[in-house]
């Protein structure tokens, strides 16, 4: 909570401010917190169970969302070492899922 106190007071919502509109919906989703960290966990599991067994895309394709929702709740939490290092596995998966396209025409 003192976090996002001094946050405040160092960067005052400012309604005109163009970042603005896009801090206030990555906020809105916030009500969604709980249900999506279960979906992560899903996520998680089963990208888990396609490694075990094998099935690469199936683990890229699963293990795609599992980042991008974690760099959502770094950007959420001002996070840094999480949005980076989701955003770095997000990129790897992004080229393993499109060379597999590629190479599988």
């Known amino acids: 909570m003192e976090q996002h106190l001094r946050r405040d007071k160092m960067y005052p919502q400012d309604e005109t401010h163009p970042a603005s509109a896009a801090g206030t919906a990555l906020r809105i ?14 996520l998680g599991l089963g990208s888990t169970l396609c490694v075990v067994q094998g099935w690469q895309l199936a683990a890229m394709t699963s293990s795609l969302p599992f980042c991008l929702i974690w760099i959502y709740f770094g950007w959420l939490r001002s996070e840094r ?22 190479l599988n025409l």
């Open 29 to 42: 989703l916030t009500v969604f917190e709980q249900p999506l960290k279960w979906i992560t966990f899903a």
């Open 81 to 102: 070492q999480l949005q980076y290092i989701n955003v770095v596995f997000a990129i790897f998966y992004i080229y393993g899922i499109a060379r597999h396209i590629v």
